[in-house]
């Protein structure tokens, strides 16, 4: 049965509260309804539905899009766990059709081609929450304020391999940071700089952090990328191919849910560490030019 | 002259979900918050929260690092024990659907997303029975977010809240109190001084 007649849906409460449930939690690329349920045994919070993982979009290269509806609508007959889907940058129609689908969050992602170069969706007009990716504060600040609730630091997915993740989410930390305790004028510099209201550059620098949850993505393969990115101060962690291209995928998710929630334990990280077999083979940076980095695409 | 108690210590499950909300909130009303991932966390601790979160995720938790027993055995040495969303879930004896109940320290019966998927979300404000000693009824600003509903309440609990068309959102059972709702992102701080409160009378 629906939400009561008089009551208020898809508020900001509601929207960037889902994702403050999601905290401290593994939210996992599945392809199909079985992938969902193994995500899904294994501890995680949400499963993102989409039809190849980044390091198959990455291979395969051509166009990459929103799934077929049919797909996600298995995934979300599979697991009672929220069902997050993907559309590409600035398309509002894939969004619409997400919407209509009742998905629980739309990431508008740079996994995707993009097919808008202008602009990102207008996130407001949405009564289904966004999750969008970040590089740094302007970006992200930009996208929360078009109307994303929730945030992830790109990194680059598809690659097994975090450098670009830490780098990330290092950076927003850091131009955090350096704005605290300066003056209204630079504060106004600043957010004419980024191209965002002031208010907003404002309340983050009071809050000392993003005013929306942050997950980490985009190269997490292990549990110790997982400790590390919590270590860094993400809210969670969104882990891509990471899962499904390791040798034992069940194990290897499980581990990544417990070493997300003990991130501060060494013990325990060492123990859920064990007997994993093969991680995913993993890229290195240098060899990816730099036309062909996900990360770079949206602005 | 009031006899004054010592500062009780509120656990909070810290296995997922949104506890640092939760820990905010007590640190806000002046107790000490104490994260709870292992056993070992609830030593000394007089009342615990359940925070919302993912049930099925924090169920596995729960399990994984033995937390139900010692959870279950703090609940009968008579700590007061708040589950919020899909900690209500945690505390059930009853989950519609199938699922195996976790702690059952608190005779409802729940379904999960009982309102739909994340577009039924909703915030609405709500009546709630007095908790303390006055037993004055206040209504409360309450969002509700992929929510759980208390689809039969046993001889042994009370429900506590109701939305307009009837349906039960919070039940009590002695110290156990199971809302499916989340004060701790609306700032609302009435069931956190009730559980302060408890977890102070049963320190003597």
């Known amino acids: ?299 | 002259m009031a006899k004054r108690h010592p500062t009780p210590i509120i656990g909070v499950l810290a296995v997922q979900g949104d506890f640092a909300e939760h820990i905010r909130m007590l640190e806000t009303l002046g107790v000490a918050a104490r994260e709870v991932r292992l056993p070992a966390d609830l030593a000394g601790v007089d009342g615990l929260i359940l925070p919302g979160g993912e049930s099925t995720a924090m169920r596995k938790l729960l399990h994984r690092w033995d937390l139900v027993k010692p959870i279950k055995a703090l609940a009968k040495r008579g700590a007061p024990i708040l589950g919020t969303c899909a900690g209500a879930i945690l505390l059930a004896t009853k989950i519609a659907d199938g699922d195996e109940p976790v702690l059952s320290l608190l005779d409802v019966e729940v379904r999960r997303n009982a309102f739909g998927r994340q577009l039924e979300s909703f915030e609405t404000n709500l009546v709630m029975e007095g908790l303390g000693n006055d037993g004055r009824s206040r209504t409360t600003h309450a969002v509700f977010i992929r929510a759980p509903e208390i689809v039969n309440v046993g001889p042994s609990a009370r429900a506590v809240a109701a939305l307009e068309d009837g349906r039960i959102v919070a039940a009590r059972q002695g110290r156990i109190l199971g809302i499916a709702f989340h004060p701790e992102i609306t700032g609302e701080t009435g069931v956190h001084r009730w559980l302060i409160a408890e977890a102070s009378a049963a320190l003597g």
């Open chain 1, 1 to 299: 049965m629906p939400a009561p007649k008089r009551a208020k849906t898809s508020t900001w409460a509601t929207k960037s509260g889902l994702a403050q449930m999601l905290k401290g939690g593994v939210i996992m690329d599945v392809v199909n309804p079985a992938e969902a349920k193994i995500a899904e045994e294994a501890g995680a919070v949400a499963v993102m539905a989409l039809e190849r993982v980044p390091s198959d979009i990455r291979r395969d290269g051509g166009v990459a899009r929103m799934s077929d509806p049919d797909m996600i609508k298995g995934i979300q007959a599979a697991v009672s766990i929220p069902v997050m889907a993907k559309a590409r940058i600035g398309h509002e129609s894939e969004a619409r059709i997400l919407e209509a689908l009742d998905v629980d969050y739309i990431d508008e992602s740079e996994v995707l081609t993009p097919a808008d170069d202008r602009f990102h969706i207008n996130k407001h007009d949405f009564k289904v929450p966004f999750v969008c990716g970040c590089k740094d504060l302007g970006e992200a600040l930009r996208r929360i304020n078009e109307g994303a609730a929730m945030m992830r630091t790109k990194g680059e997915a598809g690659t097994g391999n975090i450098v670009e993740a830490v780098r990330h989410i290092r950076t927003v930390a850091e131009e955090i940071a350096a704005l605290k305790g300066q003056s209204e004028k630079r504060l106004r510099a600043a957010a004419k700089e980024m191209r965002v209201p002031y208010e907003l550059v404002k309340l983050t620098v009071k809050a000392g952090r993003l005013p929306v949850v942050n997950f980490v993505a985009g190269g997490i393969a292990t549990p110790a990328d997982a400790a590390l990115s919590m270590w860094l101060g993400a809210d969670g962690v969104f882990v891509g191919s990471g899962i499904f291209k390791a040798k034992k995928p069940a194990n290897t998710a499980a581990a990544i849910v417990q070493a997300t929630t003990h991130w501060k334990n060494a013990s325990i990280l060492a123990e859920v560490s064990a007997g994993l077999g093969e991680a995913m083979k993993g890229i290195e940076m240098r060899t990816i030019p730099e036309g062909e980095r996900l990360s770079k695409r949206g602005w």
